[in-house]
């Protein structure tokens, strides 16, 4: 399975490639740079592995929650790329993601992911390990940082990653989750299980059908050209 993924939801850009078992990435924390260095990225992984777009079987891309700006960067980049390419879609989790990562690099299993939506809110969600995947337990949402563990009893094998956790102390005012300082934001590479899963599982979108999340109601997405 061969599949190139891409991110740009929050402050981090990055794009990830696995190529006839081979797995390459490229990560870099550029606020309001990301529409200069995703291409860039995209041409020196495919550069580096050797090959051409049409290549692959599949695009991914970070759907969201996250920033509204790196969001659309990067729905409408896999969109402009998969319809060159003739290629099918997956969408991944933004949240899924940081939790993939965290089970990766940590073996961990139950995570708390809150990324920082800005008015006071966070993008959260919670997931759990099943079968090397991290699965999402309830709906993702944004919801006030006092609010989203009010409702959760949670135990001392649960870990938080997200940017969330460093700016609203009153996320977790009682400490009853350790956060990972370096999972902080989504990265590619982390995507690549979770679009291998989505891809066996029958997930994969036409590329009219590649719709970025925001949470938040009212945000609305402008699909291509004449496929409204």
Known sequence: MN???ID?????????????GRSLSRFEVCPQQHSQRLLPMVDELLAEAGISLTQLDALAFGRGPGSFTGVRIATGMIQGLALGA???VIAISTL?????????EHGHKRIVAAIDARMDEVYFGRFEERDGIMQVIDAEQVIAPKLALAEHELSADW??????WQAYPQLDPDKRITPLTNVLYPAAHAM??????A?????????????PVYLRDNVT????PGRE
């Open 3 to 5: 599949i190139l993924v």
């Open 96 to 104: 899924a993601a940081m939790a993939q990562q965290a089970f990766i």
């Open 159 to 164: 870990f938080g990653v997200g940017t969330g």
């Open 86 to 88: 003739e290629l099918p």
């Open 221 to 224: 997405w402008k699909k291509l």
């Open 8 to 20: 740009t939801a929050t402050e981090a850009c990055s794009a990830a490639l696995t190529y006839q």
């Open 199 to 211: 891809w066996q599982s029958g997930q994969a979108l036409a590329v009219e059908d590649a719709q």
């Open 192 to 197: 690549l299980p979770l679009a291998l899963q």
